[in-house]
């Protein structure tokens, strides 16, 4: 059985399908999957779309019209958590949506009918790919245009954020964080998709892993970092930790 890779940007994918052997295209549910091997193994690559529903849907029809044994996330985030810079790794040990709140029904961020509020991703998955971050990172060095001074990009695991809103000014998520911390909620950083597939996998027991590379400190410069940053490096991180992790796997 296959492992699925998503990413949310054509950009954070391109090198992996360029890399596919026997690729074979098809289109399903308005979207593009591509079939094939990668470090000897069988995947199927696919673009989630932007946003949980787009997501959730593209990982559904992973589930059932290809029966992936396992769904892989790679792409970008926004930092928020305190020592998680630009050109960093979060390893998601778990999920979840900061713009869920059913109150006063349900409390505040606890998915309805789940009662939790966070959505843990599997733990021997993640542990993989949180080695291949490791070693990505301490092996290759990438240059993301920072100061000399600068300190080396970092690996860190814990919790992810998912909603439908790309946050981009700096009160916003400061807000977001106070908010989750107050209960006991510690994010590191915060994306669009990423919740929604975890859900999805956990409805079908499917296990599933996720990495962010740290595009923007989520604040009033997201916008012109995010666009570089996918633009320029997003790719050659989905390439060496994607394939590390196969390798691995």
Same mark, same amino acid.
Request: hydrophobic fraction near 50%.
């Given at each position: 059985?296959?492992?699925?890779?998503?990413?949310?940007?054509?950009?954070?994918?391109?090198? %992996? /399908?360029?890399?596919?052997?026997?690729?074979?295209? #098809?289109?399903?549910?308005?979207?593009?999957?591509?079939?094939?091997?990668?470090?000897?193994?069988? @995947?199927?690559?696919?673009?989630?779309?932007?946003?949980?529903?787009?997501?959730? &849907? &593209?990982? &559904?029809?992973?589930?059932?019209?290809?029966? @992936?044994?396992?769904? /892989?996330? &790679?792409?970008?985030?926004?930092?928020? *958590?305190?020592? @998680?810079?630009? *050109? !960093?790794?979060?390893?998601?040990?778990?999920?979840?949506?900061?713009?869920?709140?059913?109150? $006063? +029904?349900?409390?505040?961020?606890?998915? $309805?009918?789940?009662?939790?509020?966070?959505?843990?991703?599997?733990?021997?998955? #993640? =542990?993989?790919? +949180?080695?291949?971050?490791? =070693?990505?990172?301490?092996?290759?060095?990438?240059?993301?245009?920072?100061?000399?001074?600068?300190? $080396?990009?970092?690996?860190?695991?814990?919790?992810?954020?998912?909603?439908?809103?790309?946050?981009?000014?700096?009160?916003?998520?400061?807000?977001?964080?106070?908010?989750?911390?107050?209960?006991?909620?510690?994010?590191?950083?915060?994306?669009?998709?990423?919740?929604?597939?975890?859900?999805?996998?956990? !409805?079908?027991? %499917?296990?599933?892993?996720?990495?962010?590379?740290?595009?923007?400190?989520?604040?009033?410069?997201?916008?012109?970092?995010?666009?570089?940053? /996918?633009?320029? /490096?997003?790719?050659?991180?989905? !390439?060496?930790?994607?394939?590390?992790?196969?390798?691995? %796997?």
């Amino acid at each position: 059985m296959a492992t699925a890779i998503l990413s949310a940007l054509p950009e954070e994918q391109a090198g %992996l /399908v360029q890399a596919l052997q026997q690729a074979r295209r #098809s289109v399903h549910a308005g979207r593009m999957f591509w079939q094939g091997t990668l470090h000897g193994h069988g @995947v199927v690559l696919a673009l989630s779309g932007i946003g949980k529903v787009a997501a959730a &849907t &593209t990982a &559904t029809a992973l589930i059932e019209r290809f029966g @992936v044994a396992r769904i /892989v996330f &790679t792409g970008v985030a926004g930092g928020v *958590g305190a020592g @998680v810079r630009v *050109g !960093d790794v979060v390893v998601a040990s778990d999920y979840v949506q900061h713009d869920m709140d059913a109150s $006063p +029904l349900f409390p505040r961020w606890e998915l $309805p009918g789940y009662a939790r509020t966070r959505l843990a991703c599997d733990g021997p998955l #993640s =542990a993989l790919l +949180l080695e291949a971050a490791r =070693a990505c990172v301490e092996r290759e060095g990438f240059d993301f245009g920072q100061k000399a001074d600068a300190p $080396p990009a970092r690996v860190h695991q814990g919790l992810m954020a998912s909603g439908d809103r790309f946050v981009s000014a700096a009160r916003d998520a400061q807000a977001l964080r106070d908010a989750l911390a107050a209960a006991g909620h510690e994010v590191l950083a915060v994306e669009m998709e990423g919740a929604a597939v975890a859900q999805v996998c956990a !409805d079908y027991g %499917l296990p599933f892993a996720a990495m962010r590379t740290i595009s923007d400190r989520a604040d009033d410069e997201a916008h012109g970092d995010f666009a570089r940053f /996918v633009a320029t /490096v997003a790719s050659r991180y989905a !390439d060496h930790i994607v394939g590390g992790f196969l390798k691995m %796997l």
